[in-house]
């Protein structure tokens, strides 16, 4: 069981405000459904726009909380994140907390560099050798690039994973590990933890 950090006080005053809101748009949507020539299809698909950003920003509050005791190096994560989701560059990033996983993956090439960007830019660029992998990392320091790490089995509530977002949700079943990953199919970010998967805000502080 995940222990949540707190919300911040500014954070819980603007999803109080953005939930009151939903709330409202879905009393409107069922006084709406009383009038036989109305659709709320458009109002669905308003809400469930709503409630999916604000789970983004949630869950990148909450990475920020379980990242920061472990590594100054997040600003530098978001950053690449960012970069490499506007691009679409597939990209797998294990972040070690307390909980050694390197008897957990098949070891890559070791890298021993501090984190930067653009370091994780360029090993995550389409056709370099180690971009298929999964870099990770120990404090500020990215410890090696091209591991592989133990896929997961789940069934993801029915919905198929590719081969990188199995290896961030199967290491994170076997260790204590942040895995971020981001999908070269679509752009999307998420990050995996005790064996779930958690979309975040790339635009934003991851």
């Not at 036989?36 to 299809?41: E, R, T, V, Y």
């Not at 994140?81 to 008897?103: D, F, T």
């Amino acid at each position: 069981m995940v222990m949540e950090p707190a919300l911040t006080e500014p954070m819980k005053t603007q999803l109080k405000k953005n939930l009151h809101q939903v709330s409202v748009d879905i009393e409107a949507m069922l006084h709406t459904m009383d009038r036989n020539d109305c659709s709320i299809l458009s109002e669905f698909e308003h809400v469930h726009d709503v409630l999916s950003e604000l789970q983004k920003k949630t869950a990148s509050h909450y990475l920020n909380a379980y990242l920061s005791p472990f590594t100054d190096s997040y600003q530098a994560l978001t950053t690449a994140i960012q970069h490499l989701s506007v691009q679409k560059h597939g990209a797998l990033m294990a972040i070690e907390r307390k909980e050694p996983v390197e008897s957990l993956i098949h070891s890559g090439t070791p890298i021993l560099a501090n984190v930067s960007y653009a370091l994780l830019e360029s090993i995550f660029y389409p056709g370099t050798a180690l971009h298929d992998g999964a870099v990770l990392i120990k404090e500020n320091k990215i410890i090696s690039a091209g591991n592989v790490l133990p896929l997961s089995q789940q069934d993801n509530k029915g919905k198929k994973l590719g081969t990188r977002h199995r290896a961030a949700v199967g290491l994170s079943e076997k260790s204590d590990a942040i895995v971020l990953v981001v999908s070269e199919e679509t752009g999307r970010a998420s990050f995996a933890l005790q064996g779930t998967l958690y979309p975040i805000q790339p635009g934003g502080q991851i």
